[in-house]
């Protein structure tokens, strides 16, 4: 469980239900390099889209994000991923219902771990509900299908993209502030 880090990028793995939603969500976000939608969490190798729809795999649908620290910390990603999902709910997020749905921060070092649980702890306040994200882990990420990624940015018409990622994605540009020098996401409300 190691971080992959260079001078210029690092890592995180994020799972908060459909990872369409999430992928196209931190494209938005400065100094988020690349999102890529995949599987994490589970037991088998290689798993597919219907072997994880089953929710017998264990996995869960992950968003990695490959990301330049000198301009987005991690801190600030884990502070935006309470805000891009409930994650107060058990194994669902909206309509998609299931384990492979899960809120989860699947860490890759001890300092990852300890910002994650800092991160909800301290935002536990906010929300009237206990949060039931995981922190576990990351064990290996696999990639999703080729078809999933950039799923948002190929097919905008889709009633998915329409009717869930869109408002998503208006709620984020209405509410983000991120400063155009250095580290620094500020959500404005919520």
């Known amino acids: 469980m190691e971080v992959q ?3 210029r990028t690092q890592r995180a ?6 990872f369409w939603c999430l992928e196209a969500l931190y494209e938005q976000i400065p100094g988020v390099l690349e999102a890529r939608s995949g599987y994490c969490g589970g037991s088998s190798a290689n798993p597919t889209y219907e ?4 929710g017998l795999t264990g996995h869960a649908e992950t968003v990695e994000l490959t990301f330049n620290p000198k301009v987005v910390t991690y801190r ?8 891009f999902h409930d994650p107060t709910t058990l194994n669902r997020q909206g309509a998609d219902i299931g384990t492979q749905y899960r809120s989860a921060i699947f860490v890759l070092d001890a300092e990852q771990e300890a910002i994650a649980r800092q991160s909800m702890s301290a935002v536990q306040a906010a929300f009237d509900r206990p ?3 995981s922190i576990e882990p990351a064990g290996t990420f696999w ?3 080729e078809w999933h990624q950039d799923y948002y940015r190929h097919n905008p018409d889709a009633p998915y993209c329409r009717f869930v990622i869109a408002p998503k994605l208006d709620k984020v540009s209405r509410t983000l502030h991120m400063p ?3 580290p620094g996401a500020h ?3 919520s």
Do not use: N
Not at 13 to 18: D, S, Y
């Open 5 to 7: 880090k260079s001078d």
């Open 131 to 133: 949060i039931l994200t």
């Open 187 to 189: 959500l404005q409300g």
């Open 143 to 145: 990639p999703a299908e």
């Open 51 to 54: 072997e994880v729809c089953t």
């Open 76 to 83: 600030e990603l884990v502070d935006l991923f309470w805000q």
């Open 13 to 18: 793995l994020f799972a908060g239900g459909c």
């Open 180 to 182: 155009e020098s250095g």
